[in-house]
């Protein structure tokens, strides 16, 4: 079985930054892409940004120039930098492994339990 434990989420007022980190555990053999979602309420849950495992990024155009998605492989973990943080951005964020290979050969999607990022206005 593989797990992945959130921290970093919290209140912040806006123009504030916040650092998510996302780490793996379990009987892993190979972590592809990693990546951060998000969902405000009522609304659908949508990518903010993701990493493969070489280390490309992407980013949807609201994380753009303001969010900084890296990974660390010997730690399987993967952080998200988030600067000048507005009100829009509050939202549950998640932790996504896109596939992972364990132990046992097997491959997996993830998802982590979710941290709650309020910014205030």
């Known amino acids: 079985q593989v797990q992945l434990g959130e921290s970093g989420g919290g209140f912040v007022q806006a123009g504030g930054s916040l650092r998510l980190s996302c780490a793996a555990s379990?009987?892993?053999?190979?972590?592809?892409?990693m990546g951060w979602y998000r969902q405000a309420p009522g609304k659908e849950r949508e990518l903010v940004a993701s990493?493969?495992?070489?280390?490309?990024?992407s980013y949807a155009d609201s994380a753009k120039g303001r969010f900084t998605i890296s990974r660390d492989n010997l730690k399987k973990t993967v952080y998200l930098q988030m600067n000048s943080l507005k009100p829009e951005d509050t939202a549950v964020y998640y932790c996504?492994?896109?596939?992972?290979?364990?132990?046992?050969?097997?491959?997996?999607?993830?998802w982590g339990q979710g941290t709650l990022v309020t910014v205030s206005s």
């Open positions: 996504n492994i896109d596939r992972v290979t364990t132990a046992d050969l097997r491959t997996l999607e993830v």
């Open positions: 990493i493969t495992r070489d280390g490309s990024t």
């Open positions: 379990g009987r892993i053999f190979r972590i592809n892409a």
